[in-house]
Protein backbone atom coordinates (compact mmCIF):
# COMPACT_ATOMS: atom_id res chain seq x y z
CA UNK A 1 0.00 0.00 0.00
CA UNK A 2 1.48 3.34 -0.89
CA UNK A 3 0.29 7.06 0.46
CA UNK A 4 1.11 10.11 -0.21
CA UNK A 5 1.22 13.34 1.76
CA UNK A 6 0.17 16.11 -0.45
CA UNK A 7 0.86 18.75 1.87
CA UNK A 8 3.50 18.98 4.86
CA UNK A 9 6.18 21.74 6.22
CA UNK A 10 8.82 19.06 6.91
CA UNK A 11 12.02 21.29 4.85
CA UNK A 12 12.15 23.77 8.19
CA UNK A 13 13.30 20.85 10.19
CA UNK A 14 17.25 21.43 10.91
CA UNK A 15 16.97 25.11 9.89
CA UNK A 16 16.04 26.64 13.28
CA UNK A 17 15.01 30.50 13.50
CA UNK A 18 13.92 32.34 16.51
CA UNK A 19 10.04 33.67 15.81
CA UNK A 20 9.47 31.40 13.05
CA UNK A 21 7.14 28.35 14.82
CA UNK A 22 7.52 26.37 12.42
CA UNK A 23 10.94 26.10 12.28
CA UNK A 24 11.00 26.38 16.43
CA UNK A 25 8.50 23.33 16.51
CA UNK A 26 10.97 20.88 14.68
CA UNK A 27 13.67 22.28 16.94
CA UNK A 28 12.49 21.18 20.02
CA UNK A 29 10.92 17.83 18.52
CA UNK A 30 15.52 16.67 17.75
CA UNK A 31 14.20 14.64 14.97
CA UNK A 32 16.72 14.72 11.47
CA UNK A 33 14.96 15.26 8.21
CA UNK A 34 16.15 11.33 7.10
CA UNK A 35 14.47 10.40 10.15
CA UNK A 36 11.47 11.45 9.40
CA UNK A 37 11.28 10.71 5.95
CA UNK A 38 12.34 7.19 7.20
CA UNK A 39 9.76 6.85 9.37
CA UNK A 40 7.46 8.00 6.66
CA UNK A 41 8.45 5.18 4.35
CA UNK A 42 8.09 2.80 6.58
CA UNK A 43 4.08 3.87 7.16
CA UNK A 44 3.87 3.52 3.58
CA UNK A 45 4.04 6.95 2.75
CA UNK A 46 6.55 6.91 -0.59
CA UNK A 47 5.88 10.36 -2.16
CA UNK A 48 5.71 13.97 0.15
CA UNK A 49 4.82 17.60 -1.30
CA UNK A 50 6.92 20.30 0.83
CA UNK A 51 4.90 23.31 0.92
CA UNK A 52 6.84 27.36 1.07
CA UNK A 53 4.76 29.65 2.99
CA UNK A 54 6.54 32.67 2.05
CA UNK A 55 9.66 33.56 -0.13
CA UNK A 56 12.19 32.16 2.06
CA UNK A 57 10.74 29.32 2.78
CA UNK A 58 9.96 27.92 -0.50
CA UNK A 59 13.63 28.53 -1.93
CA UNK A 60 14.01 26.39 1.86
CA UNK A 61 11.90 23.66 0.29
CA UNK A 62 13.11 23.87 -3.19
CA UNK A 63 17.11 23.13 -1.83
CA UNK A 64 15.66 20.38 0.39
CA UNK A 65 13.54 18.56 -2.02
CA UNK A 66 17.15 18.27 -4.37
CA UNK A 67 18.92 15.45 -4.26
CA UNK A 68 15.73 13.67 -1.89
CA UNK A 69 14.07 10.82 -3.90
CA UNK A 70 10.01 11.16 -4.09
CA UNK A 71 9.92 14.56 -2.10
CA UNK A 72 9.18 17.56 -3.98
CA UNK A 73 8.41 21.59 -3.45
CA UNK A 74 5.77 23.89 -3.73
CA UNK A 75 6.59 27.72 -3.53
CA UNK A 76 4.18 30.16 -2.92
CA UNK A 77 3.38 33.28 -0.32
CA UNK A 78 0.27 32.18 2.19
CA UNK A 79 -1.91 34.90 3.29
CA UNK A 80 -0.72 35.55 6.42
CA UNK A 81 2.58 37.14 4.61
CA UNK A 82 0.89 38.92 1.87
CA UNK A 83 1.45 42.33 3.40
CA UNK A 84 5.64 41.54 3.07
CA UNK A 85 5.14 41.33 -0.36
CA UNK A 86 3.23 44.23 -1.86
CA UNK A 87 5.42 46.21 -4.11
CA UNK A 88 8.42 44.13 -3.98
CA UNK A 89 9.20 41.57 -7.08
CA UNK A 90 7.39 38.60 -5.88
CA UNK A 91 6.54 37.25 -9.09
CA UNK A 92 9.82 37.69 -10.31
CA UNK A 93 11.38 35.61 -7.18
CA UNK A 94 8.95 32.96 -7.59
CA UNK A 95 8.86 32.51 -11.30
CA UNK A 96 12.27 32.01 -10.82
CA UNK A 97 11.47 29.44 -8.24
CA UNK A 98 9.52 27.35 -10.54
CA UNK A 99 11.98 26.70 -13.34
CA UNK A 100 13.52 24.21 -10.77
CA UNK A 101 13.07 20.73 -11.31
CA UNK A 102 11.18 19.51 -8.71
CA UNK A 103 8.56 22.15 -8.35
CA UNK A 104 5.11 20.69 -8.98
CA UNK A 105 3.10 23.29 -7.64
CA UNK A 106 2.01 27.17 -6.79
CA UNK A 107 1.27 27.40 -2.91
CA UNK A 108 0.66 27.69 -0.23
CA UNK A 109 -2.07 30.82 -1.23
CA UNK A 110 -5.18 32.37 -0.79
CA UNK A 111 -7.50 34.20 1.40
CA UNK A 112 -7.37 33.98 5.39
CA UNK A 113 -9.90 35.78 7.00
CA UNK A 114 -10.30 33.79 10.40
CA UNK A 115 -6.73 35.91 11.94
CA UNK A 116 -6.43 38.82 8.79
CA UNK A 117 -2.52 38.64 9.54
CA UNK A 118 -2.96 40.68 6.09
CA UNK A 119 -5.37 43.11 5.04
CA UNK A 120 -7.67 41.32 2.79
CA UNK A 121 -7.18 43.61 -0.07
CA UNK A 122 -3.56 42.43 0.43
CA UNK A 123 -4.32 39.28 0.27
CA UNK A 124 -6.26 39.54 -2.83
CA UNK A 125 -3.60 41.27 -4.82
CA UNK A 126 -0.93 38.58 -3.45
CA UNK A 127 -3.38 35.46 -4.44
CA UNK A 128 -4.00 37.13 -8.06
CA UNK A 129 -0.59 37.28 -8.54
CA UNK A 130 -0.02 33.81 -7.84
CA UNK A 131 -2.80 32.59 -9.72
CA UNK A 132 -1.41 34.40 -12.28
CA UNK A 133 1.74 32.12 -12.40
CA UNK A 134 -0.14 29.13 -11.89
CA UNK A 135 -1.73 29.99 -15.36
CA UNK A 136 1.83 30.95 -16.78
CA UNK A 137 3.24 27.78 -16.12
CA UNK A 138 0.26 25.08 -16.07
CA UNK A 139 1.04 24.31 -12.21
CA UNK A 140 -1.62 23.27 -9.88
CA UNK A 141 -2.61 25.54 -6.74
CA UNK A 142 -2.11 24.46 -3.49
CA UNK A 143 -4.88 26.54 -1.85
CA UNK A 144 -5.46 28.20 2.04
CA UNK A 145 -8.96 29.28 2.50
CA UNK A 146 -10.47 30.19 5.67
CA UNK A 147 -13.46 32.03 6.42
CA UNK A 148 -13.01 33.30 3.03
CA UNK A 149 -15.03 31.42 0.11
CA UNK A 150 -17.26 34.70 -0.35
CA UNK A 151 -14.40 37.03 -1.47
CA UNK A 152 -12.20 33.78 -2.88
CA UNK A 153 -14.68 32.40 -5.60
CA UNK A 154 -15.31 35.04 -7.66
CA UNK A 155 -11.02 35.31 -7.89
CA UNK A 156 -11.35 32.00 -8.51
CA UNK A 157 -13.65 32.20 -11.52
CA UNK A 158 -12.46 34.59 -12.99
CA UNK A 159 -9.63 32.57 -14.42
CA UNK A 160 -12.22 30.49 -16.31
CA UNK A 161 -11.63 27.35 -15.38
CA UNK A 162 -7.34 27.61 -16.00
CA UNK A 163 -6.99 26.84 -12.67
CA UNK A 164 -6.54 23.30 -11.64
CA UNK A 165 -5.58 22.63 -7.48
CA UNK A 166 -6.82 21.16 -3.98
CA UNK A 167 -8.26 23.03 -1.33
CA UNK A 168 -5.91 21.97 1.57
CA UNK A 169 -7.18 21.27 5.24
CA UNK A 170 -11.06 21.63 3.86
CA UNK A 171 -13.37 21.98 6.95
CA UNK A 172 -16.09 24.13 5.11
CA UNK A 173 -19.79 23.19 4.56
CA UNK A 174 -21.38 20.48 2.01
CA UNK A 175 -22.15 23.22 0.19
CA UNK A 176 -18.96 24.61 -0.56
CA UNK A 177 -17.75 21.21 -1.11
CA UNK A 178 -20.24 20.96 -3.84
CA UNK A 179 -19.11 24.23 -5.24
CA UNK A 180 -15.13 23.36 -5.12
CA UNK A 181 -15.94 19.53 -7.44
CA UNK A 182 -18.18 21.20 -10.01
CA UNK A 183 -15.39 23.77 -10.45
CA UNK A 184 -13.21 20.90 -10.69
CA UNK A 185 -10.66 21.23 -7.49
CA UNK A 186 -9.46 18.27 -5.38
CA UNK A 187 -10.06 18.46 -1.24
CA UNK A 188 -7.11 17.85 1.30
CA UNK A 189 -7.88 16.13 4.56
CA UNK A 190 -6.01 15.47 7.08
CA UNK A 191 -5.62 14.49 11.31
CA UNK A 192 -8.99 17.37 11.66
CA UNK A 193 -10.94 14.69 10.36
CA UNK A 194 -10.07 12.63 13.19
CA UNK A 195 -10.98 14.95 16.60
CA UNK A 196 -13.88 16.66 14.29
CA UNK A 197 -17.15 16.17 16.33
CA UNK A 198 -19.66 18.49 14.32
CA UNK A 199 -21.93 15.55 12.96
CA UNK A 200 -22.40 17.86 9.47
CA UNK A 201 -18.59 17.87 9.05
CA UNK A 202 -17.98 14.59 9.11
CA UNK A 203 -21.07 13.83 6.66
CA UNK A 204 -19.13 16.33 4.56
CA UNK A 205 -15.53 14.19 5.02
CA UNK A 206 -17.64 11.09 4.04
CA UNK A 207 -19.35 13.21 0.85
CA UNK A 208 -16.02 13.63 -0.34
CA UNK A 209 -15.82 12.24 -4.31
CA UNK A 210 -12.96 9.09 -4.01
CA UNK A 211 -11.37 10.59 -7.31
CA UNK A 212 -11.49 13.89 -5.71
CA UNK A 213 -9.81 13.35 -2.43
CA UNK A 214 -6.27 13.95 -1.03
CA UNK A 215 -4.62 13.15 2.23
CA UNK A 216 -2.02 15.16 3.50
CA UNK A 217 -0.72 16.10 7.23
CA UNK A 218 0.14 19.85 7.47
CA UNK A 219 3.12 18.33 9.44
CA UNK A 220 4.24 19.54 11.89
CA UNK A 221 0.61 20.44 12.59
CA UNK A 222 -2.70 19.15 12.86
CA UNK A 223 -1.65 15.92 14.57
CA UNK A 224 -4.27 13.47 14.44
CA UNK A 225 -6.01 11.29 17.09
CA UNK A 226 -5.08 9.29 19.15
CA UNK A 227 -1.68 11.30 19.00
CA UNK A 228 -2.57 14.78 20.21
CA UNK A 229 -0.18 16.64 22.00
CA UNK A 230 2.37 15.34 20.05
CA UNK A 231 4.28 16.72 16.22
CA UNK A 232 3.05 15.77 13.72
CA UNK A 233 5.04 14.06 10.82
CA UNK A 234 4.11 12.50 7.41
CA UNK A 235 3.93 8.86 8.63
CA UNK A 236 0.76 10.06 10.05
CA UNK A 237 -1.18 10.09 6.66
CA UNK A 238 -1.76 6.27 7.65
CA UNK A 239 -3.48 6.98 10.32
CA UNK A 240 -5.69 9.76 8.71
CA UNK A 241 -6.19 6.70 5.46
CA UNK A 242 -7.31 4.80 8.16
CA UNK A 243 -9.84 7.05 10.26
CA UNK A 244 -11.40 8.08 6.61
CA UNK A 245 -11.34 4.38 5.88
CA UNK A 246 -13.71 3.36 8.76
CA UNK A 247 -15.72 6.41 8.54
CA UNK A 248 -16.62 6.50 4.14
CA UNK A 249 -16.78 2.52 4.71
CA UNK A 250 -14.35 2.21 2.41
CA UNK A 251 -11.74 -0.89 1.96
CA UNK A 252 -8.08 0.88 3.30
CA UNK A 253 -6.13 -0.19 0.48
CA UNK A 254 -8.49 0.70 -2.41
CA UNK A 255 -8.61 4.34 -0.87
CA UNK A 256 -4.45 4.41 -0.83
CA UNK A 257 -4.46 3.06 -4.25
CA UNK A 258 -7.22 5.57 -5.27
CA UNK A 259 -5.76 8.61 -3.19
CA UNK A 260 -2.34 8.12 -4.86
CA UNK A 261 -3.65 8.13 -7.90
CA UNK A 262 -4.92 11.52 -7.19
CA UNK A 263 -1.94 13.12 -6.02
CA UNK A 264 0.10 11.63 -8.87
CA UNK A 265 -2.65 12.80 -11.10
CA UNK A 266 -2.82 16.53 -10.10
CA UNK A 267 1.37 16.94 -9.39
CA UNK A 268 2.52 14.86 -11.98
CA UNK A 269 4.71 13.00 -9.49
Known sequence: M?????????????????????????????SSATEVIAAANNAGVVKLVC????????????????????????????????KRYIGSDLKAELLSLVNEKKVVAIGECGLDYFYQHSDPDDQSDILRLQLDIAVQTNLPVIFHVRNAFTDFWPIFDSYNRKIRGVLHSFTDSIDTLHMAIDKGLYIG??????????????????????????????????????????????????????????????????LAKITTANAHLLFGI
Open 189 to 254: VNGIATFANDPNQLKMYRSIPSERLLFETDSPYLTPNPYRGTINEPKQIRTVAEFLSGLRGEGLTQ
Open 51 to 82: VGCDLDDSKLAVNFVTGRDNCYASVGVHPHEA
Open 2 to 30: ELVDTHCHIQSIGSAKEGDHTKELWAKYR
